[in-house]
């Protein structure tokens, strides 16, 4: 589709003011070198080019297809270009899924055809491509645009044309230029997928306006970020998936939060405007990603450096500490009345030798990441002459330059000089800093999501069967919630520590169960259709006699009867009073997109007022757990704020741990609240909870954990395997807490089988470098490790790998043996599992390379059935696996 060598324009015409005309005169009148072919039933040339009546008609194998015909003829044209194998489609037509009903009937038989004869779709309802590097422009926007090394992808056409004139005028580059309208069948995930693997594309711009398969989205995300950044405007930031939550957690967690939290996890830069879009656009397209956000400011003007300093640091970014050589030798070129310190006011007068030697040696200090040069026009200063020397810094150093030069007519040559020389401008100081702000907490993001977590306190076996039995016990009697003492028994199976408490049917009951507790103790009424308990009164605090028990025992039934008349009322509960310094939420609801996701925050009765939580998807680890707290403003009381101690943060971190599990493990599960969670630096305990059901997902077969957008780890794989020589190990998934025991193996390879293995010897076993073994995306790779425990001492000897390709058909195989190892049936062991588990994701194919005839692993792949073969010394290996 994106590197045709011949294309059919369906559609194509001689009237001027189609849409048929305006796509046919855009690719003959462009540079591109392939063939067009005009197809017309009504002409005989279009455009002076010879037309066909149908792309049957054309002797030439097709490539791609543009049509450009009414919504009523493209179905029967998609099985015409099925026929004539052509490869791929782009359907510019509108009047599909946007019409109703019968549109989308028509949009989903397009799409059948497409699978049925192994074609893709662009489209329908879109504006098209363009590929610049070619020359091919095959879609109806006018103009040329620069080639250059950003992906866009639209679901607006109307904003890719806007785009398109702001990219002229500001001399961006892209690699490709993509409408999706619809998605009927090419979606964001296709178009991750295949620009994550473009040598020419190094970063990904997304307009978003629905998702419409968000685990793939995340899947492929989260695959490629690592890399390329992706930068996605979301619009649409509605509340309307809170509308009918029965908890707290539903009533916060709005739509666009989880949007926003979906794509923290998959290392996505979130802007919030168009405007946006196209600023951070510029600084990946033309500078280096800052490491950090230390900013150096440099300006003819103190108001200006002002602004930048506070929107940076409101921002969450640094005013760099500079050097005092640095300071010193500032000192020596500037004038005496010069600001002495960062923002570098270099005063109105400065000209482009003053604005050029400050910049540079604020590059050249350690303490600077990134230099923000501000211009204002000055009777004195040449703004064209200062952007060309600050040019000529760009290309000698690596650190991000970006400028402001503020004004109008007076600047304009000073700016194109700028970004002819691969620096951003803005015109503001504060759209500066916003720019340099989210590429910075880009590449932050992604060294949080992959750093190596800490390991889990203590073993965790949660009795998933026994809260399976408590939901159906609830469905049974046509309950969709659980009643407060089940919710608790449902926390506390998933070693979540719950209060104890009794449930007491009359005021003597009452009496003696607050007695044998202990006063002071806590009353709230005990019913399934009773969720929020204060807003009826239902909760009495601090009761210290057997005479008040009895009494609030009274209070509390008839307030829960005048108010929920026909309500189930169970009883009441009667709990020791407990008083903890703070209160916290956590909480999960399921979205209708992303599934499960977990709020942690500031609880208690003004959860809502405050709304001080965060949004995290699971699965979780401990650091995972970390980043959601510490993103809180709570976060500063818990971990100790002026002489107040601070309370365990790690079993914070371990009870999100384990709450995202239980998340994970019941699909069913609509809402849970835990509120409040009390805790000190005693320790916390959950003193109320509330548990929704969804019956029908209860009813329903869930496998894989396919109501989560992200895999949690595949307990399922877990072996204890036989070895030779009497020995045993534990085959199972890799996991990032892994890394330190799966640098100790890479250590035990030999530089001989590390060339068998890698086609190269391994120097430096980086972090980097091992974390994209261990932190892995289960839905699209696996990695099988076999786990030795020797002595006290655990240790990874063996590992086996599978990457699948985007369609998830076809996977790359490989497997290694610490060199100490080898010999035991480690290597059969791991290939045999991991093929099994290939077949289970309906993988057809697996495919290997190695080095050397000797390879071990090729006495693996011939006892397999794998066809082996040699070009030279180097070996490839196949097997279908159905």
């Known amino acids: 589709m994106f590197n045709p060598k011949n294309i059919a324009v369906i559609g194509a015409s001689n009237n001027d003011a189609s849409v048929g005309y305006a796509i046919f005169e855009n690719i003959i009148q462009s540079t591109y070198k392939g063939n067009v072919y005009p197809v017309n039933i009504k002409e005989e040339k279009i455009q002076g080019v010879k037309a066909y009546k149908t792309i049957l008609d054309i002797d030439e194998k097709i490539d791609l297809v543009i049509i450009a015909t009414p919504a009523n003829t493209v179905h029967a044209i998609v099985q015409e270009c099925g026929k004539a194998k052509v490869g791929g489609v782009v359907i510019i037509s509108s009047g599909f899924s946007e019409t109703g009903k019968h549109g989308e009937s028509v949009s989903l038989a397009i799409k059948k055809t497409a699978k049925e004869y192994g074609m893709r779709i662009l489209g329908p309802n879109c504006l098209g491509f363009i590929r610049p590097s070619i020359g091919l422009n095959a879609s109806f926007s006018g103009g040329a645009l620069h080639s250059g090394c950003i992906a866009f992808i639209s679901q607006s056409g109307a904003l890719c044309t806007s785009i398109l004139d702001w990219a002229n005028k500001n001399n961006v580059g892209f690699s490709y230029f993509v409408s999706i309208g619809e998605m009927t069948d090419i979606s964001f995930h296709d178009l991750i997928d295949y620009f994550g693997k473009d040598e020419n594309t190094t970063s990904i711009l997304i307009y978003m306006e629905t998702l419409k398969d968000a685990k793939k989205f995340i899947s492929a995300a989260r695959a490629f970020s690592f890399n390329k950044p992706i930068v996605v405007l979301k619009s649409g930031r509605t509340e309307e998936g809170a509308k009918a939550t029965k908890s707290h957690t539903g009533s916060i967690a709005g739509n666009d939060k989880v949007f926003s939290a979906a794509f923290n996890r998959a290392g996505v830069i979130r802007v919030d405007t168009a405007v946006g879009l196209f600023h951070v656009a510029k600084l990946l397209a033309m500078q280096p990603k800052p490491l950090n956000n230390r900013l150096a400011v440099v300006t003819n003007a103190g108001g200006p450096g002002v602004i930048a300093t506070d929107a940076l640091v409101h921002s969450g970014g640094r005013i760099a500490s500079l050097e005092k050589t640095t300071i010193n030798k500032l000192n020596k070129i500037l004038p005496p009345s010069w600001s002495k310190n960062n923002p570098v006011d270099i005063l109105g007068d400065a000209d482009a030798l003053k604005f050029s030697a400050a910049t540079e040696l604020c590059l050249k200090d350690k303490n600077v990441d990134a230099v923000l040069v501000i211009l204002t026009p000055q009777k004195m200063t040449n703004p064209t002459e200062v952007a060309e020397k600050i040019t000529a810094l760009s290309k000698k150093y690596k650190k991000t330059i970006i400028a402001s030069w503020m004004g109008g007519n007076s600047v304009t040559e000073g700016r194109r000089t700028l970004e ?267 003193l109320d909870a509330k548990v929704v059901i969804d019956k029908k997902a209860f009813q329903e077969k869930n496998n894989n954990y396919s109501h989560m957008v992200i895999s949690p780890y595949p307990k399922e794989y877990i072996f204890t395997e036989k070895l030779k020589r009497g020995k045993s190990g534990i085959l199972r998934p890799i996991a990032p807490e892994d890394e330190e025991m799966f640098i100790e193996m890479f250590g035990g390879i030999s530089s001989e089988n590390q060339k068998h293995i890698y086609f190269e010897k391994i120097k430096n076993i980086t972090h980097n470098l091992i974390r994209r073994y261990t932190h892995i995306d289960y839905d699209r790779e696996m990695t099988l490790i076999l786990e030795m425990t020797l002595g006290k001492k655990k240790k990874i000897v063996g590992a086996s790998r599978i990457i699948m390709d985007a369609l998830g058909d076809s996977a790359e195989f490989s497997v290694v043996v610490s060199d100490k190892w080898q010999g035991l049936g480690i290597g059969g062991k791991l290939t045999d599992k991991l093929l099994t588990i290939a077949r289970e994701k309906g993988i057809k194919k697996i495919y290997a390379h190695f080095v050397g005839k000797d390879n071990p692993v090729v006495t693996i792949f011939n006892k397999r059935g794998f066809k082996t073969g040699f070009k030279g010394a180097n070996g490839f290996a196949t097997i279908n696996l159905v």
Request: proline share 6%; net charge neutral; glycine share 6%.
């Open 420 to 686: 002819r020389g691969n620096i951003p401008t803005y015109r503001s100081p504060e759209d500066a800093i916003s720019s340099f702000i989210h590429v910075w907490h880009y590449t932050q993001k992604i060294e949080l999501l992959y750093e190596k977590p800490a390991s889990i306190p203590h073993i965790f076996n949660p009795r998933t069967a026994e809260n399976k039995a408590i939901i159906k016990s609830a469905i049974t009697e046509g309950r969709s919630t659980l009643n407060e003492v089940e919710a608790k028994k449902f926390l506390s199976n998933y070693d979540i520590r719950v209060i104890d408490s009794v449930v007491v049917k009359s005021g003597d009951e009452a009496q003696k169960a607050a007695q044998k507790i202990g006063f002071p103790v806590v009353m709230k009424i005990l019913s399934p259709d009773i969720l929020h308990k204060t807003d009826i009164d239902g909760v009495k605090l601090n009761i210290k006699s057997k005479i008040e028990a009895a009494e609030m025992f009274g209070e509390i039934m008839k307030n829960a009867r005048s108010h929920y008349p026909d309500a189930r009322i169970e009883g009441v509960l009667v709990s020791p009073m407990i008083n903890k310094k703070y209160e916290l939420i956590i909480g999960s609801k399921h979205d209708p997109i992303f599934g499960p996701v977990i709020v942690f925050g500031m609880g208690g009765v003004a959860v809502e007022v405050f709304k001080d939580f965060e949004i995290g998807l699971p699965p979780l680890n401990m650091s995972l757990a970390m980043r959601i707290i510490e993103k809180t403003k709570i976060y500063k009381l818990l971990k100790g704020h002026r002489n107040l101690p601070a309370v365990d943060i790690q079993s914070i971190q371990f009870l999100l741990y384990k709450f995202a599990y239980l998340t994970a493990d019941f699909p069913c599960v609509k809402e849970i609240d835990i509120n409040p969670f009390a805790i000190d630096e005693h320790g916390g305990i959950v």
